[in-house]
T-cell receptor, first 110, second 112 residues
């Protein structure tokens, strides 16, 4: 069973601060995705990374895929209250289904 | 801009009844996935279907749960003889390939 561990599990910081969320596994993935989920809604895809070492930026969010394609990080610069939510990483191997991480619940305090 | 449509949004069933959850994938998407989410937990894979075929049902409980994706119409997740432990949010996702799922808003099943 592929296991994706996210850390931290909970994170509460002040508006304007920076933060990094980690997603780690002992398995290699062909692609890794990050989702954000708000209460009462389904997860929304933020980004997909497929190449080891790949870095993608989405406004204040920076996503990195590890060189060995076993881990990933999400860095948020100058966090805003609108960034509050549950962040989920998910990995896929070939055409198999996505396996989701344990989640990081982020709260940005105004 | 029709995304993945799930209905109903909320479903209440008494113990022993049947629950039917429906999912219409995005236009052009032929892959459908069902996931279950318990409060404060991540998403647990249940089943992966393509039209008229179950590709991977390794996450489905062996009894009472079944899923289908017929040639015409939505995908259906069916839970027979529901028990309190079945209470959860059930999410459906669709994709064109493995590089990005689009999720529905989920069905919140409550068993009383």
């Amino acid at each position: 069973t592929q296991l994706l561990e996210q850390s931290p599990q909970f994170l509460s910081i002040q508006e304007g601060e920076n933060l990094t969320v980690y997603c780690n596994s002992s398995s290699v993935f062909s692609s890794l995705q990050w989702y954000r989920q708000e209460p009462g809604e389904g997860p929304v895809l933020l980004v997909t990374v497929v190449t080891g070492g790949e870095v993608k930026k989405l406004k204040r969010l920076t996503f990195q895929f590890g060189d060995a394609r076993k881990d990933s990080s999400l860095h948020i610069t100058a966090a805003q209250p609108g960034d509050t939510g549950l962040y989920l990483c998910a990995g896929a191997r070939g055409n198999e289904k996505l396996t989701f991480g344990t989640g990081t619940r982020l709260t940005i305090i105004p | 801009n029709a995304g993945v449509m799930q209905n109903p949004r909320h479903l209440v069933r008494r113990r022993g009844q049947e629950a039917r959850l429906r999912c219409s994938p995005m236009k052009g998407h032929s892959h459908v996935y069902w996931y279950r989410q318990l409060p404060e937990e991540g998403l647990k894979f249940m089943v992966y279907l393509q039209k008229e075929n179950i590709i991977d049902e390794s996450g489905m409980p062996k009894e009472r749960f079944s899923a289908e994706f017929p040639k015409e119409g939505p995908s259906i997740l069916r839970i027979q003889q529901v028990v309190r432990g079945d209470s959860a949010a059930y999410f459906c996702a669709s994709s064109r390939d493995q590089y990005g799922y689009t999720f529905g808003s989920g069905t919140r099943l409550t068993v009383v």
